[in-house]
T-cell receptor, first 114, second 114 residues
Framework: DAGVTQSPTHLIKTRGQQVTLRCSPK?????VSWYQQALGQGPQFIFQ???????QRGNFPDRFSGHQFPNYSSELNVNALLLGDSALYLC?????????????FGEGSRLTVL | GDSVTQMEGPVTLSEEAFLTINCTYT??????LFWYVQYPGEGLQLLLK?????DKGSNKGFEATYRKETTSFHLEKGSVQVSDSAVYFC?????????????FGTGTQLKVEL
């Protein structure tokens, strides 16, 4: 049973560039959430996708956008990168309606902005 | 807004020692409370949870009790092992977020030595 997979695992960008991160949810899951984890901090909720639509959003600017595909996989896009966007980006999947708070996380994509 | 405060680490213990990691929260109403664990090189995974006051969550020898009167959810284990070395995150799921929008603490690193 494949868990949550994310790609790439590491990447380096420069300020002003754009980045796309990808996530495949755990088999059987239909909801994907994205979190940003800065060094030494806990994960912070960016947004959640279900049925290819953004359902909830945290306190992140519009530079952060996402997409969910019919196969439930998801992308996180960040435009006009800032140094402060350097972080571990975590994807988490779950099954709608369970609402138990049990999320299955991937290992993350570590983004470094120079 | 919702917030979680947990004790800073790192916490270093000898094997078989007693573990307590403190966690307190601020939230409207009665959130669900969680402990997630991040082992080296792995994604976050749910350790235990409690959904109402006085509930006790338990798993792998770890326990935490939902204390509404003190807004706390302290993690305890009677005898830690080297394999428990990891980063532990306290989290809550509030009224507005539903089960998929978690608010995390900053994490506490635990190191268990022989």
């Amino acid at each position: 049973d494949a868990g949550v997979t994310q790609s790439p695992t590491h990447l380096i960008k420069t300020r002003g560039q754009q980045v796309t991160l990808r996530c495949s949810p755990k088999s059987g899951h239909d909801t994907v959430s994205w979190y940003q984890q800065a060094l030494g901090q806990g994960p912070q909720f960016i947004f959640q996708y279900y049925e290819e639509e953004e359902r909830q959003r945290g306190n992140f600017p519009d530079r952060f956008s996402g997409h969910q595909f019919p196969n439930y996989s998801s992308e996180l896009n960040v435009n006009a990168l800032l140094l402060g966007d350097s972080a571990l980006y975590l994807c988490a999947s779950s099954l709608v309606g369970t609402n138990t708070g049990e999320l299955f996380f991937g290992e993350g994509s570590r983004l470094t902005v120079l | 807004g919702d917030s979680v405060t947990q004790m800073e680490g790192p916490v270093t213990l000898s094997e078989e020692a007693f573990l307590t990691i403190n966690c307190t929260y601020t939230a409207t109403g009665y959130p669900s409370l969680f402990w997630y664990v991040q082992y080296p090189g792995e994604g976050l995974q749910l350790l235990l949870k409690a959904t109402k006051a006085d509930d006790k969550g338990s798993n792998k020898g770890f326990e935490a009790t939902y204390r509404k009167e003190t807004t706390s959810f302290h993690l305890e284990k009677g005898s830690v092992q080297v394999s428990d070395s990891a980063v532990y995150f306290c989290a809550l799921s509030g009224l507005t977020g539903g089960g998929n929008k978690l608010t995390f603490g900053t994490g506490t690193q635990l190191k268990v030595e022989l």
